[in-house]
C-alpha cells in the first residue's frame, strides 16, 4: 500500500521569536539572521526532495517555503494559519506571568485565550489542513511534500495526531527544522494517526 511523506518545517526566526513574544496573526518577516541561519541549513541539511510544497499564507512561511523550495511552486494552505493569541497577542511570557488570564490558559483552566481562538477549535483547523494536503498528494500522486508551518501549528498537530505520543512541548522544533511523517491511508483515515519517522 502507498504511503505518503510530510515534511513539516517551521519558518524562519522573525523578531517575535527573537523576544520570545507570542506572536500569532502579525505578519512578520524573517529576520535577517533568520535568512542566514536558512541559509546555512540548506546548505547542511540537504532538505528532502518533494513533489509539492504546502505553506501557511503568512508572510515568515511564505519566506521560508521560497527560500528553501524555489524551483516549486507554492500552495497555500489557510487552515495553517498560526495561533489567535487574542488580547496576549506580542506580548512575552514574562510580561503575562502575573496575570489571571494567563495563569488560567498555560495551566489549561481555560480553553483559550481572551479575545482570541479556542484551543479545541485551533486543533480542529490545523487537521483540516493537514487534511486537505493528503487528498490533494492522494489526488494527484505525490509521494513527497514540504509543508511550511508555524511551531505552534506543528507542536499542536504533532500532539494530537502523531506516533510515538508525546506531549504538546515536547513537539517543539527550532526555526527551519521540523519532522517528517509517514501517512499511511487506512490508519489515517481510520483513526487520524500519523507516524514521526525522522527529524529535519
Known amino acids: 500500500m502507498k504511503t505518503y ?7 524562519g526566526m522573525t523578531e517575535g521569536n527573537i523576544k520570545g513574544q507570542y ?5 512578520l518577516p524573517v529576520t535577517p539572521e533568520g535568512i542566514a541561519m536558512l541559509k546555512n541549513l540548506k546548505e547542511q541539511l540537504d532538505y528532502p526532495f518533494v513533489d509539492r510544497v504546502y505553506s501557511s499564507p503568512m508572510l515568515r512561511c511564505r519566506q521560508t517555503a521560497n527560500m528553501l523550495y524555489p524551483e516549486r511552486e507554492i500552495t497555500l494552505v489557510d487552515n ?5 493569541f487574542g488580547d496576549f497577542e506580542g506580548k512575552t511570557a514574562n510580561e503575562l506571568e502575573h496575570t489571571k ?6 495551566s489549561g ?7 482570541g481562538e479556542d484551543n479545541t477549535e485551533f486543533t480542529k483547523r490545523i487537521c483540516l489542513g493537514i487534511n ?6 492522494m489526488n494527484n500522486d505525490y509521494s513527497d511534500a514540504a509543508v511550511i508551518m508555524h511551531g505552534g501549528t506543528i507542536m ?13 512541548v515536547e513537539w517543539a522544533t527550532e526555526n527551519g527544522r521540523g519532522y517528517t511523517i509517514m ?7 481510520r483513526s487520524g494517526i500519523v507516524e514521526v519517522i525522522d527529524l529535519i
Open 5 to 11: 511523506k510530510l515534511h513539516l518545517i517551521r519558518h
Open 23 to 27: 506572536i500569532g496573526r502579525t505578519e
Open 80 to 84: 495553517l494559519i498560526e495561533y489567535d
Open 101 to 106: 488570564e494567563y495563569v488560567e490558559w498555560t
Open 109 to 115: 483552566k481555560v480553553n483559550g485565550t481572551p479575545n
Open 132 to 137: 486537505e494536503i493528503v487528498r490533494d498528494m
Open 156 to 168: 499542536t498537530f504533532l500532539a494530537a495526531c502523531a506516533l510515538p505520543r508525546h506531549s504538546l
Open 183 to 189: 501517512v499511511t491511508p487506512t490508519l489515517y483515515q
